[in-house]
T-cell receptor, first 113, second 114 residues
């Protein structure tokens, strides 16, 4: 089936540093999504990307939908302690009888004050 | 407040003892889904439902059952739990199948099967 490869699996950074993570796939997606999961909670949508090449920002977060529609990256600038959590990419697949999200394995971010 | 609720939040059970995890949403969403989250594997879809009485298998349906008798509720049933079903489970809902980017997740249910 379709899979997303997300990297890195984990990151340990100092407060104030920039962070970059990405997702790649062998399949094309028509929508890319980035979620954040705080400890003990469900994922929350950060950014949604709808068109190839699209670059979208949400505060200190910037994400891009790759031109080939097979990849996406998320950047976090000037990290702060509350950025700690697990970040997931997801691709949306829609077909005749339904649809679903395919999730990456997650990137666990730790920020040292 | 718009939300997805799950119960219980934590459950420890023994192999073979049937259990049900409830999920309810108050947003009148058509699409609901169950995922399991395991370290290094991300979230994998177990079952989904596009509307009342319409359910279908996701990527890892073995050992699970679901039902959708009402729009707001989508319970997950484990008829005979086994240790490999120890995991963190999330219920989610979206307005429609074509709007999965508006997916709201519940707080999660941590299940341990001994």
């Amino acid at each position: 089936g379709q899979q997303l490869n997300q990297s890195p699996q984990s990151m340990f950074i100092q407060e104030g540093e920039d962070v970059s993570m990405n997702c790649t796939s062998s399949s094309i997606f028509n929508t890319w999504l980035w979620y954040k999961q705080d400890p003990g909670e469900g994922p929350v949508l950060l950014i949604a990307l709808y068109k190839a090449g699209e670059l979208t920002s949400n505060g200190r977060l910037t994400a891009q939908f790759g031109i080939t529609r097979k990849d996406s990256f998320l950047n976090i600038s000037a990290s702060i302690p509350s950025d700690v959590g697990i970040y997931f990419c997801a691709g949306q697949v829609i077909y005749n009888q339904g649809g679903k999200l395919i999730f990456g394995q997650g990137t666990e971010l730790s920020v040292k004050p | 407040e718009a939300q997805v609720t799950q119960n219980p939040r934590y459950l420890i059970t023994v192999t073979g003892k049937k259990l049900t995890v409830t999920c309810s949403q108050n947003m009148n969403h058509e699409y609901m889904s169950w995922y399991r989250q395991d370290p290094g594997l991300g979230l994998r879809q177990i079952y989904y439902s596009m509307n009342v009485e319409v359910t279908d298998k996701g990527d890892v349906p073995e050992g699970y059952k679901v039902s959708r008798k009402e729009k707001r509720n989508f319970p997950l049933i484990l008829e005979s739990p086994s240790p490999n079903q120890t995991s963190l489970y999330f219920c989610a809902s979206s307005p429609k199948t074509g709007q999965l980017y508006e997916q709201y997740f519940g707080p999660g249910t941590r299940l341990t099967v001994t």
